[in-house]
T-cell receptor
């Protein structure tokens, strides 16, 4: 079964700093990859997803992620964070022929104004 | 160990029957639980937000009479798919949260309606 690892539990940054959140998965086959964000008190929102094609995926709010197949990684990046990016970020993976989705434990991002 | 237990992990039922899925928070009190559904080759879709002791808030397009949600206690929310049909076959996942606790997910339930 696939699993997802997020390396950082809590990241604290100042505004305008660059962000990279790590995500690794363990699954040998083709996968679909997702990054979700949960703002305080709200439900999950999709930031971006990778199904196939260009491994560099652009998402909403200036986020992007790069799929590196050889490293089984799908790290999330943003060049310059804002205070409003304070939230919890979840990486998720599922196989195209398997409807089950697995989430990482999440990374809490705190951006100081 | 898991902090949110979702049961069953998979279920096969006949068309017309009802299926209940349970979502339990094991070591914290979940004031809010979310129910999601994932269609093939798509991301999660929020179905409803379940607050303890009050009626669930359903997203647009989700039939509240078909997908009954009950959040009777701070540790348990249930989703009942009533009169299930093959098009209801999907992966359902819950998440639970508390203001002082991070969001936790269940392992999901794969429902197959024959």
């Amino acid at each position: 079964a696939q699993s997802v690892s997020q390396h950082n539990h809590h990241v604290i940054l100042s505004e305008a700093a660059s962000l990279e959140l790590g995500c690794n998965y363990s699954y040998g086959g083709t996968v679909n990859l997702f990054w979700y964000v949960q703002y305080p008190g709200q439900h999950l929102q999709l930031l971006l997803k990778y199904f196939s094609g260009d491994p560099l995926v652009k998402g909403i709010k200036g986020f992007e992620a790069e799929f590196i197949k050889s490293k089984f990684s799908f790290n999330l990046r943003k060049p310059s964070v804002q205070w409003s990016d304070t939230a919890e970020y979840f990486c998720a993976v599922n196989a195209p022929n398997n409807n089950d989705m697995r989430f990482g434990a999440g990374t809490r991002l705190t951006v100081k104004p | 160990g898991a902090v949110v237990s979702q049961h069953p992990s998979w279920v096969i039922c006949k068309s017309g029957t009802s299926v209940k899925i349970e979502c339990r928070s094991l070591d914290f009190q979940a004031t809010t639980m979310f129910w999601y559904r994932q269609f093939p080759k798509q991301s999660l879709m929020l179905m409803a937000t379940s607050n303890e002791g009050s009626k669930a808030t359903y997203e647009q397009g989700v039939e509240k009479d078909k997908f009954l949600i009950n959040h009777a206690s701070l540790t348990l929310s249930t989703l009942t798919v009533t009169s299930a049909h093959p098009e209801d076959s999907s992966f359902y996942i819950c998440s639970a949260s508390h203001p002082s606790s991070p969001l936790h997910f269940g392992n999901g339930t794969r429902l197959t309606v024959t």
